[in-house]
Every structure is written in structure tokens, then in C-alpha cells.
């Protein structure tokens, strides 16, 4: 018998059911409620296939019925919503100092948070991870609190498949530690690990502005690096073998500039981070940057006070460098900026916009809504919800 290539995923019926399943589930999770005449609508899928699927979601518990109100004389709606409550999950944000946990259902909403300290050795770290773990499920006792999946994000390279992360500059312990199986492993609970900005851009794709779009960029401007998503077709892109993509802080803009952190010169990180923002600010300062005196420099500028203003306006002539240079790779519908200097958009936005816009062409550039840490949190759930909403992967 010949055997298959099992890297070819062919399509099967049962696959083009799984497709629509998922696009159910998450129109339902979009425009909840709505009723299955709507979605027979929205997706041109024939009421009676409609009905089998989501009597399928209804008897997995992921979606509950509730009768709507009747319009005149018609019958009464039976409206669909996700269930809240089911598919729990947690999601875990590792940052340099402390760690975020919280608890979330289907719906992404979260229903519980704790922080704790950030362990320099990541043993120590899985410990006090299911030590809060054992907390919620006191907390919650029954069958109902049970965790199908953890989520975490890093500040780092992670080997996105095997959950390992690679390297963590603000951890250097963690380097080569398969987190995401360590956990797996103590908690019994599946994980997966991933790249904080990826995870960001993975949140973006649940925000009612970007719920459209299918192709865009997350840029997160740090205290020291920038990282960034790519969303591609709705998908993430993480690179072919899903170590690394994205990481636009590290294309070199000055053959002679200083070195990185990654072992090369001139990286636009080092022009566009808060850092090289408060250097320009403070040029003799003999102390080392402290991430938490930014705003300081952000409230002054919008003060008027023209160091600070000169400062930034020299980090925006060279954000407009970079985004420009992604722009033109990439043609996305919009640049999103996450970060503290996010909160000085105003005072920076036509540099930015304008310096070294491809002439002719519109850069079309936000900033996120929601703050870093909730982008963090947010997409560290995203990643934890991904098998209740995933498509079959087809293709080579
Ligand atoms: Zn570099």
C-alpha cells in the first residue's frame, strides 16, 4: 500500500464541516446573539447544515440557546450565544519582574487575575505557576473549574511548536527551557508557549476594529527592543520554523551604529526604543535608563517642553524609518503601535506618518487600544482558546 505524506493535509468531508464549524463558532462569538437564520445568512451554508453544527456546539456545551423576542406575528428566535463559562482556560504573562495569570471561558473574558513575582530560574517559575494553579481550583472546586488549556507569553524567542523558549535577554536562565512542556507535564494540562508580540498580534484579531482586516502588523516599541506580529490571511506568522519572524528591531538602519544586543550594529531598536528616546532627552545622564520615569518624559512633552518634544520628534523621524521599510515589505492594511510612546501619538503622528512615507502612498498607522499588559493577556488567551476555534490546517 502506498503511504501517505503526513505533512499533506488533504481535504476530506469531514473537513469542510470542521471549516464551517469554526467559522460558526465564530460568528456566533462576533455577533452574539444571533440566531441560525442569520448565520444561514452571513455564510450562504443551507439551515438544515447550519442546525446539525450547531447542535453539535450546543451539545459540547461551547454555545447555549436562549429564546429571542418574536417580531410581529413570526415565530419566536431562538438566539445563540458562546458559553462563558465552558472551554476554561488560563492564560500566563511573563514579564521581566512579575508574571500575570488569569482565568478565562470561551468568551475570552476574564473571570479571575493574580500576579506573582518573576523567578530568575525557570523551575522555580513552573513551581509558583502550580502553586496558583492549585489556588484557582480551590477556588473554584467541581468539575466546571477545570482547565483544558494553558497560554503563556514571553519576552523572548520561543520555538513557537515545541513551546521552548530560546532566549529571554531579561532571563537569561530561561534559555533552552521547554517551558510550555515543563508545564504540560507537572499541571497535565495542555500549553503552549509563544512570543509576547506575537501574542499581541494574535489579540489584535479579536478587536472590533481589526476584526475585519486580514493582513496587519503589531509593532510594540519596549524600554530596550521592539517586537512585532505579523497576521497574515488571519493567521499568525511565525516563520517556517516557527522560532522566529518579525523582528523588524533588529534590521540595521546605521552601518556604523552601535552595537546590539544581538551581536550586529546599527538595529533600529537602538533608535526607537524608550531608551534611545530618553538618551536623546538626557544625553548626560549618568544613570541607567529606568523604564518607569518615561512617562515623565511623555507628560513634559506634552507640556511643551522642548528638549522632551525634541527628543521624540528625533524617535519619530526614525519610527517612520522602520514602518515605512515594513510597509513597503508587506503591504498590510494598517501598522499597529503598541507601547508607552503609543501615548504620545499626538505630539508624533505627522512625523511619523510623513517623514519617509514611500511617496504617493499612505502608511496607514494606529495605536492599540488596549494597553501592552491587556494585549499581552489577551492574545496569551487567544492562544489558549486556539483548538476550540481553529480551522483544519490543509495543504503542504
Ligand atoms: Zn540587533
New binding site residues.
Given amino acids: 500500500m502506498e503511504r501517505r505524506n503526513p505533512l499533506i493535509h488533504t481535504a476530506t468531508p469531514s473537513t469542510v464541516r470542521e471549516v464551517n464549524r469554526s467559522i460558526i463558532l465564530n460568528l456566533i462569538r462576533r455577533h452574539q446573539p444571533i440566531s441560525r437564520a442569520e448565520l444561514s445568512q452571513r455564510t450562504g451554508i443551507f439551515r438544515s447544515n447550519i442546525s446539525d453544527i450547531v447542535d453539535e456546539l450546543v451539545g459540547q456545551d461551547l454555545v447555549v440557546e436562549k429564546r429571542g423576542i418574536a417580531v410581529g406575528r413570526g415565530r419566536v428566535p431562538t438566539l445563540l450565544s458562546l458559553n462563558g463559562n465552558s472551554f476554561r482556560v488560563l492564560a500566563v504573562s511573563v514579564r521581566p519582574s512579575e508574571t500575570l495569570v488569569a482565568a478565562a471561558g470561551l468568551t475570552g473574558k476574564i473571570s479571575k487575575r493574580v500576579t506573582f513575582e518573576t523567578p530568575r530560574n525557570p523551575r522555580e517559575f513552573v513551581r509558583k505557576l502550580l502553586k496558583t494553579i492549585a489556588q484557582f481550583h480551590e477556588q473554584h472546586p467541581g468539575k466546571a473549574s477545570g482547565l483544558q488549556e494553558i497560554g503563556v507569553g514571553v519576552p523572548g524567542l520561543v520555538k513557537a511548536s515545541a513551546g521552548q523558549v530560546l532566549w529571554i535577554p531579561a532571563l537569561p536562565e530561561y534559555s533552552g527551557f521547554e517551558l510550555a512542556a515543563e508545564i504540560e507535564k507537572r499541571s497535565g494540562i495542555s500549553t503552549a508557549a509563544d512570543n509576547d508580540s506575537n501574542l499581541a498580534a494574535l489579540a489584535e484579531l479579536w478587536v472590533d476594529e481589526t476584526a475585519d482586516l486580514s493582513d496587519f502588523v503589531v509593532l510594540v516599541i519596549g524600554d530596550v527592543g521592539v517586537g512585532a506580529g505579523i497576521i497574515l490571511n488571519r493567521e499568525l506568522y511565525r516563520g517556517h520554523d516557527t522560532s522566529f519572524a518579525a523582528e523588524f528591531?533588529?534590521m540595521?538602519i546605521d552601518l556604523a551604529g552601535a552595537e546590539?544586543?544581538?551581536?550586529?550594529?546599527g538595529?533600529w531598536?537602538?533608535y526607537v526604543s524608550d531608551r534611545a528616546t530618553w538618551q536623546r532627552y538626557l544625553p548626560k545622564s549618568p544613570t541607567e535608563f529606568d523604564p518607569s520615569r518615561f512617562q515623565e518624559l511623555l507628560d513634559l512633552a506634552h507640556q511643551g517642553n522642548q528638549q522632551a518634544l525634541g527628543a521624540l520628534g528625533e524617535t519619530a523621524k526614525y519610527l517612520s524609518v522602520g514602518i515605512s521599510n515594513i510597509f513597503l515589505a508587506l503591504n498590510p492594511e494598517v501598522i499597529i503601535v503598541a507601547g508607552c510612546i503609543a501615548k504620545a501619538w499626538d505630539l508624533i503622528q505627522n512625523t511619523v506618518v510623513r517623514s519617509f512615507s514611500p511617496p504617493g502612498l499612505n502608511v496607514p498607522i494606529r495605536t492599540a487600544r488596549p494597553d501592552l499588559e491587556q494585549l499581552y493577556l489577551r492574545g496569551a488567551i487567544r492562544l489558549a482558546l486556539r483548538k476550540a476555534f481553529a480551522k483544519p490546517k490543509l495543504g503542504w
Fill in positions: 528591531g533588529h540595521t546590539c544586543s544581538c551581536g550586529r550594529r538595529c531598536e537602538l
